[in-house]
DNA sequence: GCCAACGTTGGC
DNA sequence: GCCAACGTTGGC
Protein backbone atom coordinates (compact mmCIF):
# COMPACT_ATOMS: atom_id res chain seq x y z
CA UNK A 1 0.00 0.00 0.00
CA UNK A 2 1.01 3.24 -0.52
CA UNK A 3 2.81 5.43 1.85
CA UNK A 4 0.76 7.45 4.14
CA UNK A 5 1.41 11.68 4.98
CA UNK A 6 1.06 13.59 8.53
CA UNK A 7 1.86 15.98 10.45
CA UNK A 8 3.79 16.29 13.92
CA UNK A 9 3.62 19.40 15.83
CA UNK A 10 6.85 19.95 18.41
CA UNK A 11 7.41 23.58 20.10
CA UNK A 12 10.99 23.93 19.20
CA UNK A 13 12.01 24.93 22.61
CA UNK A 14 11.32 21.77 23.88
CA UNK A 15 12.12 19.68 20.51
CA UNK A 16 12.87 21.16 17.08
CA UNK A 17 14.01 19.66 14.08
CA UNK A 18 17.52 20.79 14.34
CA UNK A 19 17.13 19.01 17.75
CA UNK A 20 16.43 15.60 15.54
CA UNK A 21 19.48 16.81 13.42
CA UNK A 22 21.37 16.18 16.56
CA UNK A 23 19.89 12.38 17.67
CA UNK A 24 21.64 9.28 17.35
CA UNK A 25 20.59 8.10 14.33
CA UNK A 26 18.44 11.30 13.51
CA UNK A 27 15.87 9.27 15.02
CA UNK A 28 13.66 10.09 18.13
CA UNK A 29 10.31 8.32 19.83
CA UNK A 30 7.37 10.61 19.58
CA UNK A 31 6.60 10.24 23.30
CA UNK A 32 4.41 12.54 25.08
CA UNK A 33 0.90 12.55 23.19
CA UNK A 34 -2.02 12.32 25.31
CA UNK A 35 -4.73 13.32 23.35
CA UNK A 36 -6.48 10.07 22.33
CA UNK A 37 -7.38 11.39 18.58
CA UNK A 38 -3.70 11.96 18.18
CA UNK A 39 -2.68 8.45 19.84
CA UNK A 40 -5.22 6.76 17.31
CA UNK A 41 -3.23 8.37 14.30
CA UNK A 42 -0.39 7.18 15.59
CA UNK A 43 -1.18 3.93 15.81
CA UNK A 44 -2.37 3.77 12.44
CA UNK A 45 0.96 4.66 11.08
CA UNK A 46 3.23 2.40 9.17
CA UNK A 47 7.07 2.39 8.48
CA UNK A 48 7.90 5.13 5.45
CA UNK A 49 5.00 7.02 6.04
CA UNK A 50 5.90 10.73 5.73
CA UNK A 51 5.47 13.45 8.21
CA UNK A 52 5.42 17.06 8.08
CA UNK A 53 7.70 18.36 10.70
CA UNK A 54 5.61 21.46 12.67
CA UNK A 55 7.10 23.95 14.50
CA UNK A 56 4.62 25.54 16.67
CA UNK A 57 4.35 28.27 19.38
CA UNK A 58 7.48 29.52 17.60
CA UNK A 59 8.50 32.67 15.78
CA UNK A 60 6.68 32.26 13.16
CA UNK A 61 5.40 29.27 13.56
CA UNK A 62 5.99 26.83 10.67
CA UNK A 63 6.63 23.51 8.68
CA UNK A 64 10.09 22.92 9.45
CA UNK A 65 10.68 19.95 7.34
CA UNK A 66 10.36 16.15 6.83
CA UNK A 67 10.85 13.17 8.74
CA UNK A 68 9.97 9.32 8.19
CA UNK A 69 8.18 6.91 10.34
CA UNK A 70 11.01 4.06 11.23
CA UNK A 71 9.25 2.13 13.93
CA UNK A 72 5.09 1.52 14.44
CA UNK A 73 3.29 2.45 17.71
CA UNK A 74 4.33 0.70 20.82
CA UNK A 75 3.72 1.60 24.45
CA UNK A 76 5.07 5.26 24.79
CA UNK A 77 7.61 4.36 28.85
CA UNK A 78 7.08 8.02 29.72
CA UNK A 79 3.51 7.71 31.09
CA UNK A 80 4.73 5.22 33.52
CA UNK A 81 7.22 7.06 35.73
CA UNK A 82 5.32 8.89 37.93
CA UNK A 83 8.86 11.80 37.88
CA UNK A 84 7.95 12.56 34.49
CA UNK A 85 6.01 15.22 33.30
CA UNK A 86 3.88 12.91 30.75
CA UNK A 87 2.88 10.78 33.65
CA UNK A 88 -0.24 9.29 33.68
CA UNK A 89 -1.33 6.61 36.43
CA UNK A 90 -3.95 4.88 34.17
CA UNK A 91 -1.85 3.76 31.66
CA UNK A 92 0.24 0.58 33.07
CA UNK A 93 3.07 -1.76 31.63
CA UNK A 94 0.40 -4.66 31.72
CA UNK A 95 -2.27 -2.10 30.33
CA UNK A 96 -0.40 0.77 28.13
CA UNK A 97 -2.70 3.45 27.61
CA UNK A 98 -0.68 5.68 25.22
CA UNK A 99 1.96 5.24 22.74
CA UNK A 100 4.72 6.13 20.85
CA UNK A 101 6.39 5.82 16.64
CA UNK A 102 9.82 6.29 15.71
CA UNK A 103 10.45 9.17 13.02
CA UNK A 104 13.80 9.64 11.63
CA UNK A 105 14.52 13.01 9.99
CA UNK A 106 14.55 13.03 6.16
CA UNK A 107 15.36 16.43 5.29
CA UNK A 108 15.17 20.17 6.84
CA UNK A 109 13.82 22.79 4.88
CA UNK A 110 16.59 25.56 3.90
CA UNK A 111 14.01 27.74 4.66
CA UNK A 112 10.88 26.61 7.11
CA UNK A 113 7.52 27.30 5.45
CA UNK A 114 5.40 29.63 7.89
CA UNK A 115 2.16 29.09 8.84
CA UNK A 116 1.06 32.60 7.00
CA UNK A 117 2.61 31.24 4.13
CA UNK A 118 0.27 28.10 4.23
CA UNK A 119 -3.18 29.93 4.58
CA UNK A 120 -1.79 31.90 1.55
CA UNK A 121 -2.62 28.42 -0.54
CA UNK A 122 -6.17 28.06 -1.68
CA UNK A 123 -5.43 24.17 -2.17
CA UNK A 124 -4.77 23.91 1.50
CA UNK A 125 -8.18 25.26 2.80
CA UNK A 126 -8.86 22.23 3.83
CA UNK A 127 -5.96 21.29 5.87
CA UNK A 128 -6.50 20.48 9.25
CA UNK A 129 -3.69 22.46 10.66
CA UNK A 130 -5.18 25.77 9.21
CA UNK A 131 -8.77 25.09 10.20
CA UNK A 132 -9.92 27.44 12.89
CA UNK A 133 -9.11 26.35 16.55
CA UNK A 134 -6.91 23.00 15.50
CA UNK A 135 -4.57 21.90 18.21
CA UNK A 136 -4.59 18.34 16.75
CA UNK A 137 -0.91 17.62 17.26
CA UNK A 138 -0.88 14.66 15.03
CA UNK A 139 -2.56 14.87 12.02
CA UNK A 140 -3.63 13.30 8.55
CA UNK A 141 -1.99 15.00 5.43
CA UNK A 142 -3.98 14.78 2.06
CA UNK A 143 -1.41 13.94 -0.87
CA UNK A 144 -2.49 16.76 -2.45
CA UNK A 145 -1.48 19.12 0.47
CA UNK A 146 1.91 17.27 0.46
CA UNK A 147 2.70 17.93 -2.59
CA UNK A 148 1.54 22.00 -2.27
CA UNK A 149 3.85 22.19 0.81
CA UNK A 150 6.94 20.63 -0.71
CA UNK A 151 6.33 22.57 -3.49
CA UNK A 152 6.40 25.75 -1.30
CA UNK A 153 9.57 24.11 -0.06
CA UNK A 154 11.52 24.38 -3.32
CA UNK A 155 11.83 20.52 -3.89
C1' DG B 1 0.28 37.87 28.36
C1' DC B 2 -4.28 37.19 26.31
C1' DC B 3 -7.79 34.39 25.01
C1' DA B 4 -10.54 31.29 21.75
C1' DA B 5 -11.13 26.63 20.98
C1' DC B 6 -11.14 22.34 22.54
C1' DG B 7 -10.73 18.06 25.64
C1' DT B 8 -11.39 16.19 30.17
C1' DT B 9 -13.32 15.81 34.70
C1' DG B 10 -16.66 15.31 38.03
C1' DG B 11 -21.04 16.67 40.38
C1' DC B 12 -25.60 15.80 39.84
C1' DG C 1 -26.06 11.54 30.26
C1' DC C 2 -25.68 16.54 30.88
C1' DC C 3 -22.93 20.33 31.36
C1' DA C 4 -20.14 23.73 34.11
C1' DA C 5 -15.62 24.18 35.55
C1' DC C 6 -11.16 23.63 34.59
C1' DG C 7 -6.73 22.78 32.12
C1' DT C 8 -4.21 22.89 27.81
C1' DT C 9 -2.94 24.31 23.19
C1' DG C 10 -1.12 27.52 20.37
C1' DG C 11 -1.70 31.77 17.45
C1' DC C 12 -1.34 36.41 18.08
Known sequence: MAHR???????????????LRKTRNQTTSWDGVRNFQARNFMR?????????????NAD????????EVVKEAYPDDTAFDP???????????????WDVVD???VRI?????PLDRLREVPKLKRMELLR??????????????WAVVLKLAGS
Open 5 to 19: YWLMKSEPSAFSIQD
Open 44 to 56: AMKSGDRVLFYHS
Open 60 to 67: PPAVAGIA
Open 83 to 97: KDIHYDPKSTPARPL
Open 103 to 105: IKL
Open 109 to 113: FPVPI
Open 132 to 145: KGSRLSVQPVRPEE
